[in-house]
């Protein structure tokens, strides 16, 4: 079984930063592929970014890219998305996702086998 924790949301004005992070249980996080996803509410959970097990390999959704970075640190265990420019429409509840063993990355919520509880960012205009 597999834990995820994430931290650092919270509120922020229009412009900001925030970074994000995910602590992970399990003593293979290193074979874990990566995603963070976020939820804003009446829609659907979308993909945001993700990083496969070795970190060579990265996914943005276009309305995050060159403002969002995916990072980890095996030997922490933990992931982080660092958010930078923030828009009002960031505003969401962003969760990370784990993918035990998973060969390059998952970019939908069906690839992805166990999810943290989320956590809320909201981005004042």
């Known amino acids: 079984q597999v834990q995820l924790v994430e931290s650092g949301g919270g509120l922020v004005q229009a412009g900001g930063s925030l970074r994000l992070s995910c602590a992970a249980s399990?003593?293979?996080?290193?074979?874990?592929?990566m995603g963070w996803f976020r939820q804003a509410p009446g829609k659907e959970r979308e993909s945001v970014a993700a990083m496969s097990w070795s970190g060579s390999s990265t996914y943005y959704a276009d309305f995050v890219k060159g403002r969002f970075t995916i990072s980890r640190d095996n030997a922490k265990k933990t992931v982080y998305l660092q958010m930078n420019s923030l828009k009002p429409e960031d505003t969401a509840v962003y969760y990370c996702?784990?993918?035990?063993?998973?060969?390059?990355?998952?970019?939908?919520?069906?690839?992805?086998?166990?999810w943290g509880q989320g956590t809320q960012v909201t981005v004042s205009s």
């Open positions: 399990g003593r293979t996080f290193s074979s874990y592929a």
């Open positions: 996702a784990a993918s035990p063993g998973r060969l390059g990355l998952g970019t939908t919520v069906g690839e992805y086998d166990y």
